[in-house]
């Protein structure tokens, strides 16, 4: 009971932290007269993957690499069936938005390459460092094609990030109780998923595909299901595509170019296959101009229910 708890409280420090550390950050940016521009491609998105950064960090630093890569393996699936499946409930997600093309390409790339660099004895350093020049690539691209056309980049969710603080003594605030609270909520959430594998007999790489990575996409999918009561279709769609290449540049790239990384053989033989048809799938939609109606959401939930079932 210990562990649940634990796993849960942690869950909840790093939604919030990630939260407080995204406003206030923002805020910040916005006193200083940074570029909105900026603030969406760096600090929001940063923030809004804090919480899967700092639990595939602490997963590795405690040597349940199943965890970490679980993590981010589970998330981007649970970004697609999850996040895109339960606001389509609400309202019509069109997946072909302006600007999204070249962003869903990158993303089945990104998963390529990490499937490739998988296969070959985990994720080293090196590994690391080349999944982090793509992801500075890609925002580099973003940065000069939005200044280009005028585009909104697909990470910005400037416009979701709601009652920021005035006071700078808030804003300092925000920032730092997120800087704590993330290192605290990971620590908790590894520990507490780590119990819980033991006591159930589960691997850890179970336990970081399902508990961990839908904990830590809880703000993604809070966004998802708030843009599509707010009828803003294009907020869910990229979130999920934004976020899902972030876990993967940098999240993995960032923690394995720290410590390496060990990869389970599930990992290889079965999940990173569904990761990667759940991005195909996204971007099919994309390309047919599918809508994704609520039958297409209840679809896509029931496959997730299935594939997390289908783990243990």
């Not at 491609?41 to 997963?59: D, H, K, M, N, R």
């Not at 679980?70 to 895109?84: D, E, R, T």
């Not at 691209?141 to 990030?161: E, F, L, T």
């Not at 896509?300 to 079932?309: D, R, T, V």
């Amino acid at each position: 009971m210990l562990s649940i708890l634990t796993l849960i409280a942690g869950l909840v420090v790093l939604v919030f932290a990630g939260d407080y550390l995204v406003r206030g950050a923002v805020a910040l940016a916005e006193k200083l007269s940074i570029d909105p521009l900026i603030i969406g491609l760096t600090i929001v998105a940063f923030g809004t993957s804090a919480p899967e950064l700092f639990v595939s960090l602490q997963a590795a630093f405690d040597g349940v690499s199943g965890i970490a890569i679980g993590n981010v393996v589970g998330s981007n699936i649970a970004n697609v069936f999850l996040v895109l499946g339960a606001p389509a409930l609400l309202m019509t997600i069109n997946c072909r938005e302006n600007g999204l093309a070249v962003s869903q390409a990158v993303m089945v790339g990104m998963s390529v390459v990490v499937m490739i660099l998988m296969a070959f004895d985990g994720l080293s350093r090196v590994d690391g460092a080349i999944l982090l020049a793509m992801m500075g690539a890609y925002l580099g691209w973003q940065i000069m094609a939005a200044r280009k056309c005028g585009m909104a980049p697909i990470s910005d969710y400037h416009d979701d990030v709601a009652d920021l603080p005035q006071e700078n003594w808030k804003t300092i605030t925000f920032i730092l109780g997120g800087l704590v609270g993330l290192p605290i909520g990971a620590w908790m959430t590894v520990e507490g998923a780590a119990h819980i594998a033991r006591m159930l007999g589960a691997s850890e790489t179970a336990i970081g595909l399902t508990i961990v990575a839908i904990g830590t996409s809880l703000p993604e999918l809070v966004t998802s299901v708030m843009a599509a009561w707010r009828k803003s279709g294009a907020v869910a769609i990229g979130t999920v595509v934004g976020s899902n290449i972030f876990n993967i540049g940098l999240i993995l790239g960032g923690t394995a170019l720290i410590l390496p990384l060990d990869v389970d053989a599930r990992i290889i033989s079965i999940d990173m296959w569904v990761m990667l048809a759940a991005s195909l799938l996204v971007v099919a939609l994309a390309y047919w101009n599918i809508p994704l109606k609520k039958l297409g959401g209840l679809a896509m939930l029931a496959l997730f229910a299935a594939y997390i079932l289908s783990i243990f």
